[in-house]
């Protein structure tokens, strides 16, 4: 029991007994022998205010100086919208309907190309075309798509896609100024400015995007590129009446857009008290005020720090009503699970994208020049495929899921998390079984030659290795906890296996540093556990960093296999395509990651949030920006009912 609720407790026991002893409640009950009439009891107000509890205070509430989960927390009550994820997809929230092939509102077309303009190459990246591009060519492979070298000279033809976008008619922003297409298009050259601070994967591959009247906007893609994703493509309406005298610079500042931004959702920035709270009051022109939302007149944001004890205290004692993912609740998974079958709290639990995964160094950037052996660099460990495998058989993954996660999931087969609709359900992550993998360990002609586990085996003619070279490998990671925890399990479970590990544990900024000095991107290590949200292409060989591309790209293990490269292209292709046709695209990436092993998938980051029982409303999805992509329909108590 909080001392909060010991004070409750014995303040109404003071109160009861005072009422009781009062002379003239005694005199009232004996003056008159006429019945008491019990008084109704009266119906209890509606709960006016809620209060939400976040890991930290946002740095700002400007949408792009910002994209923070603890930043979006507040901004999902002053915008909603523009679309929300489900289990089914995307869902339009301000838009008629979501664009799509089938309506004839996303269109792709085929067009002709000349040398200097702006395509996406068959890598997927931007580029200005010129003799000796690989590109997708149409018009070959019946019709589907091949690529080829362009020699300058052929005439070439392209796939292009356009996408409209259709506003609900009648909404407005807080201060009643219509919400038209034009803000989006405003918000779309805002973002496209210099001085604003955004990724511009998006904008490069845009050709153009203009409004086409008050209610509709149309965004053309850069030819080759066809995405299947289209809501990624309508940009936040933002509020030029209210922001256009202000450059792009001021608005990372200013007050207006710094502090309380205008929006058209179902609240409205009142007052931010720094380190405290911020204060939101429902918005009377919200356009879905006639639903009765939202059921409250005031939300709170309070910051009380991430230490998930404090914070699971204050729901506990009622200063929360709802605790967001923006803390560290996946730290106190165990006491959370504990409390939500005592019936204390509502826990709300969804794994994924991110995944923490161990990458193998299959080719490190020594390896570039040709000459690690020569130089004395570190031995081929992984370039045989079933070494890669043996470790996978070596590591005992179950125990990490029972560790982290409390066997809340099963051993993860790909990278895709549970409930995607492309994860491939035929296939099967293999089991714990050392046997097995000392076997193929002896097989790639890593001997353990005195019998004993303990010792690292020791390599007995492998091409380019010399005899006698231990099995000891480094493994880095960073200096959090629960890695920490999950290093030491699988070391053990390697150990079984005649494989010596040495742990390093690096501060974030060097695991994460560029090349060619980063640990992970310089491609310097032999193991490296971490965490990230893979895609297909994160594994394509176009995608490993090097000197040579000035190290960009994700594909830190170096893994390069043409079948698999082929297979992801194709997949990224069939994005526009039907499910069935996904889905079988998707498989073969899965399986051919499955086979050859460039990376172990260790287990799918909990998203965790906590609330009181008798919350309702409230639906965690890890694919949002924030959990709280639902917040204007959130009740309490009796009002759930309404």
């Given at each position: 029991m909080t001392w909060r609720k010991l004070a409750l407790i014995l303040l109404a026991g003071m109160l009861v007994l005072t009422a009781c002893s009062s002379p003239g409640a005694q005199s009232t009950a004996t003056a008159t022998a006429a019945p008491v009439v019990p008084s109704p009891t009266p119906t209890p107000e509606p709960q006016k205010v809620l209060t939400v509890c976040l890991g930290t205070e946002p740095t700002t509430l400007y949408?792009?100086?910002?994209?923070?989960?603890t930043t979006w927390s507040v901004l999902e009550a002053v915008y909603d919208g523009p679309f929300d994820a489900s289990q089914d997809g995307i869902n339009p929230v301000i838009l008629e309907k979501l664009p799509s092939l089938e309506d004839g509102d996303a269109l792709v077309e085929v067009v002709d190309v000349t040398e200097g303009m702006q395509v996406v190459d068959a890598n997927g990246d931007v580029a200005i075309l010129k003799k000796g591009v690989e590109v997708f060519d149409p018009a070959c492979a019946d019709g589907?798509?091949?690529?080829?070298?362009?020699?300058?000279?052929?005439?070439?033809?392209?796939?292009q896609m356009t996408v409209k976008f259709t506003l609900l008619p009648g909404l407005t922003w807080s201060d009643g100024t219509p919400?038209?297409?034009?803000d989006s298009v405003y918000s779309f050259n805002l973002s496209n400015d210099p001085q604003t601070p955004v990724t511009r994967g998006n904008l490069l591959r845009t050709q153009s995007y203009e409004a086409d009247d008050d209610l509709s906007v149309t965004w053309k893609g850069v030819p080759g590129f066809v995405p299947n994703r289209y809501s990624t493509f309508f940009w936040l309406p933002l509020p030029e009446h209210a922001w256009g005298g202000l450059s792009a610079a001021e608005l990372l500042e200013a007050d207006v857009s710094h502090r309380s931004p205008l929006g058209w959702g179902a609240y409205t920035v009142s007052e931010w008290v720094q380190g405290d709270h911020i204060t939101l009051k429902k918005n009377p022109l919200y356009f879905r005020a006639g639903e009765g939302l939202p059921a409250f007149e005031t939300l709170v944001f309070r910051f009380l720090g991430q230490p998930a004890d404090n914070n699971i205290e204050a729901l506990l004692s009622g200063e929360c009503d709802l605790v967001d993912d923006t803390t560290l609740l996946d730290e106190q998974l165990e006491l959370i699970l504990e409390l939500e079958q005592a019936g204390k709290l509502n826990a709300y639990i969804s794994l994924g994208p991110e995944l923490e995964l161990l990458s193998f160094g299959i080719k490190p950037a020594a390896y570039d020049d040709g000459y690690y052996q020569m130089q004395g660099d570190r031995p081929d460990f992984f370039g045989d495929v079933r070494v890669r495998q043996a470790f996978l058989q070596c590591m005992d993954r179950q125990v990490v899921q029972e560790a982290v996660l409390f066997s809340l999931a099963d051993v993860p087969v790909s990278y895709l998390p549970p409930g995607n609709p492309l994860l491939d359900p035929a296939l099967q992550a293999p089991a714990f079984d050392p046997?097995?993998?000392?076997?193929?360990l002896d097989e790639a002609g890593w001997k353990d030659l005195d019998g004993d586990p303990a010792t690292p085996r020791t390599a007995?003619?492998?091409?380019g290795i010399d005899d006698g070279t231990p099995l000891s490998i480094s493994y880095a990671t960073s200096?959090?906890?629960?890695r920490e925890t999950m290093a030491q399990i699988l070391v053990q479970s390697l150990n079984q296996c005649g494989i010596q590990v040495d742990v390093k544990y690096y501060q974030p900024a060097d695991l994460y540093a560029a090349g060619p000095e980063g640990v992970g991107f310089g491609r310097n290590f032999d193991l490296l556990q971490w965490g990230y949200q893979p895609v297909c292409s994160t594994f394509a060989s176009w995608q490993i960093p090097s000197a040579e591309n000035n190290w960009i790209g994700m594909n830190i293990a170096g893994y390069s296999s043409e079948a698999y490269d082929w297979a992801c292209q194709q997949a990224i292709q069939a994005g526009t395509a039907d499910l069935a046709t996904q889905q079988a695209a998707s498989a073969e990436v899965q399986r051919l990651l499955l086979q050859d092993v460039p990376f172990v998938p260790l287990f799918f980051h909990p998203h965790i949030a906590v609330s009181r029982t008798d919350l309702c409303g409230f639906e965690m999805k890890s694919n949002t920006r924030s959990s709280l992509w639902g917040i204007e329909e959130y009740r309490i108590g009796a009002a759930c009912e309404q």
């Amino acid at each position: 029991m909080t001392w909060r609720k010991l004070a409750l407790i014995l303040l109404a026991g003071m109160l009861v007994l005072t009422a009781c002893s009062s002379p003239g409640a005694q005199s009232t009950a004996t003056a008159t022998a006429a019945p008491v009439v019990p008084s109704p009891t009266p119906t209890p107000e509606p709960q006016k205010v809620l209060t939400v509890c976040l890991g930290t205070e946002p740095t700002t509430l400007y949408p792009y100086g910002s994209s923070s989960r603890t930043t979006w927390s507040v901004l999902e009550a002053v915008y909603d919208g523009p679309f929300d994820a489900s289990q089914d997809g995307i869902n339009p929230v301000i838009l008629e309907k979501l664009p799509s092939l089938e309506d004839g509102d996303a269109l792709v077309e085929v067009v002709d190309v000349t040398e200097g303009m702006q395509v996406v190459d068959a890598n997927g990246d931007v580029a200005i075309l010129k003799k000796g591009v690989e590109v997708f060519d149409p018009a070959c492979a019946d019709g589907t798509g091949c690529e080829t070298v362009w020699d300058g000279i052929t005439p070439l033809k392209m796939l292009q896609m356009t996408v409209k976008f259709t506003l609900l008619p009648g909404l407005t922003w807080s201060d009643g100024t219509p919400l038209t297409a034009a803000d989006s298009v405003y918000s779309f050259n805002l973002s496209n400015d210099p001085q604003t601070p955004v990724t511009r994967g998006n904008l490069l591959r845009t050709q153009s995007y203009e409004a086409d009247d008050d209610l509709s906007v149309t965004w053309k893609g850069v030819p080759g590129f066809v995405p299947n994703r289209y809501s990624t493509f309508f940009w936040l309406p933002l509020p030029e009446h209210a922001w256009g005298g202000l450059s792009a610079a001021e608005l990372l500042e200013a007050d207006v857009s710094h502090r309380s931004p205008l929006g058209w959702g179902a609240y409205t920035v009142s007052e931010w008290v720094q380190g405290d709270h911020i204060t939101l009051k429902k918005n009377p022109l919200y356009f879905r005020a006639g639903e009765g939302l939202p059921a409250f007149e005031t939300l709170v944001f309070r910051f009380l720090g991430q230490p998930a004890d404090n914070n699971i205290e204050a729901l506990l004692s009622g200063e929360c009503d709802l605790v967001d993912d923006t803390t560290l609740l996946d730290e106190q998974l165990e006491l959370i699970l504990e409390l939500e079958q005592a019936g204390k709290l509502n826990a709300y639990i969804s794994l994924g994208p991110e995944l923490e995964l161990l990458s193998f160094g299959i080719k490190p950037a020594a390896y570039d020049d040709g000459y690690y052996q020569m130089q004395g660099d570190r031995p081929d460990f992984f370039g045989d495929v079933r070494v890669r495998q043996a470790f996978l058989q070596c590591m005992d993954r179950q125990v990490v899921q029972e560790a982290v996660l409390f066997s809340l999931a099963d051993v993860p087969v790909s990278y895709l998390p549970p409930g995607n609709p492309l994860l491939d359900p035929a296939l099967q992550a293999p089991a714990f079984d050392p046997t097995a993998g000392a076997l193929l360990l002896d097989e790639a002609g890593w001997k353990d030659l005195d019998g004993d586990p303990a010792t690292p085996r020791t390599a007995q003619g492998i091409t380019g290795i010399d005899d006698g070279t231990p099995l000891s490998i480094s493994y880095a990671t960073s200096q959090a906890p629960v890695r920490e925890t999950m290093a030491q399990i699988l070391v053990q479970s390697l150990n079984q296996c005649g494989i010596q590990v040495d742990v390093k544990y690096y501060q974030p900024a060097d695991l994460y540093a560029a090349g060619p000095e980063g640990v992970g991107f310089g491609r310097n290590f032999d193991l490296l556990q971490w965490g990230y949200q893979p895609v297909c292409s994160t594994f394509a060989s176009w995608q490993i960093p090097s000197a040579e591309n000035n190290w960009i790209g994700m594909n830190i293990a170096g893994y390069s296999s043409e079948a698999y490269d082929w297979a992801c292209q194709q997949a990224i292709q069939a994005g526009t395509a039907d499910l069935a046709t996904q889905q079988a695209a998707s498989a073969e990436v899965q399986r051919l990651l499955l086979q050859d092993v460039p990376f172990v998938p260790l287990f799918f980051h909990p998203h965790i949030a906590v609330s009181r029982t008798d919350l309702c409303g409230f639906e965690m999805k890890s694919n949002t920006r924030s959990s709280l992509w639902g917040i204007e329909e959130y009740r309490i108590g009796a009002a759930c009912e309404q």
